[in-house]
């Protein structure tokens, strides 16, 4: 029998060569490579030792209590992801984005944020399950009714959130924002950009006490602390059989917030949380209600779809809403649905009380 001859290995290599690069798919496979590259860097404090000078390998090894071999290869995996350079020269240094964002104690900080997402790890694992059977996977996150307590998570995010806020807040033509409740208020983002637009506004923020510790730094951060006041609030506990029932008189608020807790409490709440907005506002006083609602132009690395799918596995009945259920809901709790903008991965849908 004669040896297969060159054409042959040619016929038999071309439907190899021919499919679709695979590059993507492969680099799909290994995406949670990153996430955990990224973790681990933030949980040895790699970006913050770097913070204090450029370093050889051997010298971060020592102060980070690390083995050097193994460091000098996350740090060449943080250096093909662009969060360090100088490899070559063997004297790491930070890049732009991680000295602004990956630094302990700046004020861009979200390595808080990444670790509470990273946290999700092992709800993620569930996602095949819950897609063959249906159902949610019950995590803790966000969910009123279930004990969302997340201080990095919610509050970590206001280096993001606060550029959308003012933005948005620029944009839209809101009237005098006055006597405000940022319900829910996080980190505060929402209640600081009203503020700073209208000097005569006074915001109350409700949420845990520990996430209003961050409002509190935050609002002072932007000079408007003295027009808040922070309500400190337990729905699960303080509500219980009947969230949400804030401890405010009917109609007392101009500006009601409700920012970001939807999507993580599900329609049903939603329903009640809208029901209640429109209890505290007066006559005419403004519902902003902001939330992932509807596909995002341009598609930022954290879209819609894969929020979808975070709150399936994290949350008892969290998902994306469309706008149309939300305009919905405010027109049955007589709120009228105005404008709505969507400046990225989230829209802002304005109402106005009847
Ligand atoms: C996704 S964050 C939104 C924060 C802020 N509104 C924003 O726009 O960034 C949801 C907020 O709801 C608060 N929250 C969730 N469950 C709560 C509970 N049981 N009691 C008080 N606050 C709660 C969380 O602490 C968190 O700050």
Redesign the pocket.
């Known amino acids: 029998m004669s040896a297969p001859t060159a054409a042959a290995h040619s016929r038999a290599l071309a439907p190899y060569e021919d499919a679709p690069d695979p590059g993507p798919l492969l680099a799909l496979n290994f995406g949670f490579a990153r996430a955990r590259v990224l973790g681990t860097a933030l949980e040895l404090g790699v970006f913050t030792g770097l913070a204090r000078g450029p370093r050889g390998t051997r010298g971060l090894a020592a102060e980070l209590g690390c083995d050097t071999a193994s460091l000098r290869a996350l740090l060449a995996a943080l250096e093909e992801l662009g969060l360090v350079a100088g490899g070559a020269e063997e004297s790491w240094t930070l890049t732009d984005a991680s000295r602004a964002h990956l630094v302990e104690g700046g004020r861009g900080y979200l390595g808080d944020h990444f670790a509470d997402v990273l946290a999700e790890w092992d709800q993620w694992s569930g996602l095949t399950e819950l897609v063959r059977g249906g159902g949610h996977g019950g995590g803790e996150l ?1 969910a ?1 009714e279930n ?3 997340y201080p990095g998570m ?1 509050a970590g ?1 206001f280096p993001v ?1 606060v550029r959308t806020a003012f933005r948005v807040v620029r944009e839209l033509s809101l009237p005098e924002a006055g006597r405000v409740l ?1 319900l ?4 505060g ?2 209640g600081i950009a009203l503020a700073a637009a209208d000097p005569r506004a006074r915001v109350v923020a409700h ?2 006490p520990e ?1 209003l510790t961050a409002a509190r730094e935050r609002a002072a951060e932007f000079g408007v602390a003295e027009r808040f006041r922070f309500v400190p ?4 506990r303080d509500y219980a059989g009947d969230f949400p029932k804030a401890p405010f008189p009917g109609g007392c608020f101009d500006t009601v917030v409700l ?3 939807s999507r ?1 409490a599900g329609p049903d709440a939603t329903e009640r949380l809208v029901q209640e907005c429109a209890r505290l506002l007066r006559p005419g006083g403004t519902l902003l209600i ?1 939330d992932v609602m509807r596909q995002e132009p341009g598609r930022p690395a954290l879209h819609r779809p894969m929020i979808a799918l975070s709150l399936l596995v994290n949350t008892e009945a969290g998902g994306v809403q469309e706008e149309s259920a939300y305009r919905a809901v405010m027109e049955k709790y007589g709120v009228t649905a105005k404008e709505s903008v969507t400046p990225g991965l989230i829209t802002v849908l304005t109402g106005e009380r009847r």
């Open positions: 966000g009123p004990r969302g307590l919610f995010i959130g940022d829910a208020s996080g980190a983002e929402w949420d845990f996430l609030a337990d729905f699960t920012a970001h807790l993580f902001v």
